[in-house]
């Protein structure tokens, strides 16, 4: 996203260095820019989020460089051997690397995250190209990055999911979930305790108001292979009913679909993101707040509505500001009189440093006037200058605050356990939500609405659209040019909540943003009559019937056999053919006819069949890389070859073996099977002596590698990524990612076309 803003915006006679207000600013360095901002210390002294004497270290650490942290996915075996080897393959390295004279501080697991799954290192960039052992290791970091055994995730981004405590058999529901990291653990948790080879009966419906993040969802997610997701656009505030039939409700009425977990990790202003994202420093305002509070609060409300009595939802921001985090919590609470209550979770996670939520606050005006009630704010303007500054920003009377213990959210604060700022609040849904509270909360964001358009009045002729800023990635919103102190919310891209401006709808700016109630806004959805967006240029799923359409076929061909639903496979049909297969679980099945056109789905499934393009093949499909893990336990032991290492080594070391290289009893298994097929070469270490030759990383989990059956070699089918993942792990040696699908393979036409030069060039190195 940040790229696209060194020249990608259409703005007229515009600059890349050009301010929105249209005065011509200088870039400075990312050294030079100013890790301070007046109003920002004046505010949050006067919240007392942290005692007196604790300031001055909450505000350096706030100006400090954010470490790396990265997280282990943990719903797969091969994770222990993902750990194994940080642990034992690179620790020890780094900790007799010296940069300079200088020791490095090897990685090491965030106390507080379970199984030693998330880990963290300050080592800095300039430090990883000088060391070649520190090199390695972040080309490791790339690598499995990349194949999805590790997501790159800031330590209090992975604390939300925690909290939920999702079971195998829970309907999960992420309402904010771009980019994805924290879906990531959602679906990790719902595959837990899961036997290898069966899918879980729940489901995880990802929704991002934005179709391009909803886009970014898919990649992020697509790496875990699970049958278990959906992924949606729809506005949170939004999301459209799904209703069960009468008969499957038990009354005469439908019921709507409600959900075991929700997240709300809602857009947010970032003030707590300052370690990543320095130019918050020199854009935060008090009332940045002001217009995020209104859709915060609506978001939240329509999650516990579709919220199961007995449910869990928490809500996060990476904002530290009251009015986005206590002052949400507080009214939402109030307005469902005791439908929802706050959950004590200060005996989970206790290696994690956190603080109380607060339960007094002030609300600063744009002058930096400070107030504690709303009836304090002076009737300025003939009371308009008032009414901008919500009673909703406000905490409740004292007895009330006390009722609703908000002690039991919890505050993250960067200096405590070197991390970013953030704000968890865990909340139980305890008695059903009515449809009269639900016309209520609705009518009350009308009518907030409505008092917004008349305070706003017409919009100004040169108000700007939204660009990214070209610096961080960070969306600036609509601005008036001749006030360039209009409101600015800023996103970091890659892990904060970007705000659209059609979100806004319910915002106090009075800069002209967009009409909550306007048509032709971009978060305008009706259920029963989608909207069409020429950006989603994918053709609508359809389930493929096994007995009657080319399915039957290919299931067939393969073997597959009945233990995995026949019911589950479907297609995006293009002129009554198809080019791939997915499946799903039969819980995302029930949940896609249920909705029908209700949904808007981005994606689902994970691919398991794709057409080749090979002529005379015994079968027009052939096995897919990412849903091999789903379909090996089902598949005919016709096309699964069991492998010695020596065959593995054979296999990763050429790419392309003829069958000689590999064993006998492998060449054997070969020749029964038909040319021009998939196969499944299989190595189980648990099946191998320990006098046998092992992999150059100690390895638990099975490989499951997809292979072309050619003629006279096999070929190994698989992203190179995953190759190059594998070639560390197996053999040991390094590679170029950029050129491992160049490799010189001897019998390959390939080779011979190559240059001398090029032919003795290999990307794979030998292990020093």
């Known amino acids: 996203m940040g790229r696209r803003g060194r020249g990608g915006f259409k703005g007229k006679g515009r600059k890349g260095s050009e301010h929105v207000s249209g005065e011509r600013q200088s870039y400075k360095k990312f050294e030079e820019l100013r890790r301070d901002n007046d109003g920002f210390r004046k505010y949050y002294i006067a919240q007392q989020i942290v005692a007196e004497d604790e300031f001055s270290e909450f505000m350096e650490t706030m100006r400090t460089i954010l470490p790396t942290n990265f997280r282990i996915t943990g719903s797969r075996q091969q994770a222990m051997d993902i750990r194994e080897q940080i642990m034992h393959e690179f620790i020890p390295f780094i900790k007799e690397t010296n940069i300079d004279g200088a020791e490095i501080e090897p990685p090491h697991p965030l106390e507080w995250y379970p199984n030693n799954f998330g880990w963290q290192f300050t080592i800095p960039r300039i430090a990883l190209k000088k060391s070649k052992e520190l090199s390695k290791f972040h080309a490791f970091l790339v690598t499995e990055t990349e194949v999805g055994n590790i997501s790159r995730q800031e330590a209090v981004s992975m604390v939300p999911p925690l909290f939920l405590g999702v079971q195998s058999d829970h309907y999960v529901l992420d309402m904010c979930a771009a980019p994805g990291s924290k879906t990531a653990q959602l679906i990790e948790a719902l595959h837990a305790g899961v036997a290898e080879g069966q899918t879980p009966s729940g489901v995880v419906i990802a929704n991002d108001a934005d179709y391009k993040r909803a886009c970014m969802l898919v990649h992020q997610i697509s790496r875990l292979g699970s049958p278990n997701i959906i992924v949606t656009n729809h506005s949170g505030e939004r999301f459209p009913n799904i209703y069960r039939p009468a008969s499957q409700g038990g009354g005469n009425k439908r019921e709507v679909v409600q959900f075991d977990r929700i997240l709300c990790d809602v857009p947010c202003s970032g003030d707590g993101t300052t370690r990543k994202n320095v130019r918050v420093w020199e854009k935060w305002r008090p009332d940045d707040a002001h217009s995020l509070n209104p859709i915060q609060a609506k978001i939240l409300q329509r999650a516990a509505y579709l919220l199961k009595t007995g449910g869990r939802l928490v809500y996060s921001t990476c904002s530290l500001n009251p009015i986005e985090n206590e002052a949400v919590i507080a009214h939402v609470l109030d307005h469902f009189e005791g439908a929802l209550r706050l959950v004590d979770v200060g005996d989970q996670l206790p290696e994690l440093?956190?603080?109380?939520?607060?339960?007094?606050?002030?609300?600063?005006?744009?002058?930096?006037?400070?107030?504690?009630?709303?009836?304090?704010?002076?009737?300025?303007?003939?009371?308009?200058?008032?009414?901008?500054?919500?009673?909703?920003?406000?905490?409740?009377?004292?007895?009330?605050?006390?009722?609703?213990?908000?002690?039991?959210?919890?505050?993250?604060?960067?200096?405590?356990?070197?991390?970013?700022?953030?704000?968890?609040?865990?909340?139980?849904?305890?008695?059903?939500?009515?449809?009269?509270?639900?016309?209520?909360?609705?009518?009350?964001?009308?009518?907030?609405?409505?008092?917004?358009?008349?305070?706003?009045?017409?919009?100004?002729?040169?108000?700007?659209?939204?660009?990214?800023?070209?610096?961080?990635?960070?969306?600036i919103p609509k601005r008036n040019a001749e006030d360039p102190d209009s409101g600015l919310v800023c996103e970091d891209a890659s892990d904060a909540k970007r705000v659209k401006i059609g979100d806004l709808g319910a915002s106090d700016n009075d800069s002209g943003d967009v009409d909550a109630n306007d048509d032709k806004s971009n978060t305008q959805f009706l259920p029963d009559n989608p909207r069409e967006d020429p950006?989603?240029?994918?053709?609508?799923?359809?389930?493929?019937?096994?007995?009657?359409?080319?399915?039957?076929?290919?299931?067939?061909?393969?073997?597959?056999?009945?233990?995995?639903?026949?019911?589950?496979?479907?297609?995006?049909?293009?002129?009554?053919?198809?080019?791939?297969?997915?499946?799903?679980?039969?819980?995302?099945?029930?949940?896609?006819?249920?909705?029908?056109?209700?949904?808007?789905?981005?994606?689902?499934?994970?691919?398991?069949?794709?057409?080749?393009?090979?002529?005379?093949?015994?079968?027009?499909?052939?096995?897919?890389?990412?849903?091999?893990?789903?379909?090996?336990?089902?598949?005919?032991?016709?096309?699964?070859?069991?492998?010695?290492?020596?065959?593995?080594?054979?296999?990763?070391?050429?790419?392309?073996?003829?069958?000689?290289?590999?064993?006998?009893?492998?060449?054997?298994?070969?020749?029964?099977?038909?040319?021009?097929?998939?196969?499944?070469?299989?190595?189980?270490?648990?099946?191998?002596?320990?006098?046998?030759?092992?992999?150059?990383?100690?390895?638990?989990?099975?490989?499951?590698?997809?292979?072309?059956?050619?003629?006279?070699?096999?070929?190994?089918?698989?992203?190179?990524?995953?190759?190059c993942s594998l070639i560390q792990r197996v053999l040991g040696r390094s590679v170029n990612r950029n050129t491992v699908g160049g490799i010189k393979m001897s019998n390959n036409t390939k080779s011979s076309s190559e240059t001398p030069a090029a032919a003795d060039s290999s990307p794979i190195a030998e292990p020093s």
């Open 535 to 723: 950006a989603l240029g994918e053709n609508p799923f359809v389930f493929l019937d096994a007995k009657e359409s080319e399915l039957d076929t290919i299931l067939n061909y393969y073997g597959i056999r009945d233990t995995i639903s026949r019911s589950g496979f479907l297609s995006r049909i293009e002129k009554d053919d198809f080019r791939t297969v997915y499946y799903v679980s039969d819980s995302v099945r029930t949940m896609m006819e249920l909705a029908k056109q209700r949904l808007r789905v981005v994606n689902t499934g994970i691919k398991v069949f794709g057409r080749n393009c090979v002529k005379g093949a015994g079968c027009a499909f052939r096995l897919v890389c990412e849903g091999v893990p789903l379909l090996l336990p089902h598949l005919s032991e016709k096309y699964v070859l069991e492998a010695s290492f020596g065959d593995l080594k054979a296999l990763l070391s050429d790419i392309n073996p003829l069958f000689t290289a590999l064993s006998l009893e492998t060449q054997e298994r070969i020749s029964a099977i038909e040319p021009s097929s998939s196969v499944v070469m299989r190595y189980d270490p648990s099946k191998h002596t320990d006098d046998e030759e092992k992999p150059y990383t100690r390895l638990t989990a099975m490989l499951a590698i997809p292979c072309w059956r050619g003629h006279a070699s096999l070929s190994v089918h698989m992203d190179k990524n995953q190759l």
């Open 353 to 475: 440093k956190r603080r109380p939520g607060l339960k007094t606050w002030k609300v600063m005006t744009r002058d930096g006037s400070l107030y504690e009630s709303f009836d304090a704010v002076p009737p300025e303007n003939g009371g308009r200058g008032r009414r901008k500054y919500m009673p909703k920003f406000f905490p409740l009377s004292k007895e009330r605050m006390d009722d609703l213990h908000l002690e039991r959210c919890m505050r993250i604060y960067p200096h405590m356990q070197n991390t970013g700022g953030f704000f968890v609040a865990v909340l139980e849904k305890v008695a059903p939500i009515g449809i009269n509270e639900e016309k209520k909360a609705a009518a009350e964001a009308e009518s907030f609405a409505a008092m917004m358009d008349v305070l706003r009045g017409p919009r100004p002729a040169n108000v700007e659209s939204e660009r990214v800023d070209a610096d961080n990635g960070c969306v």
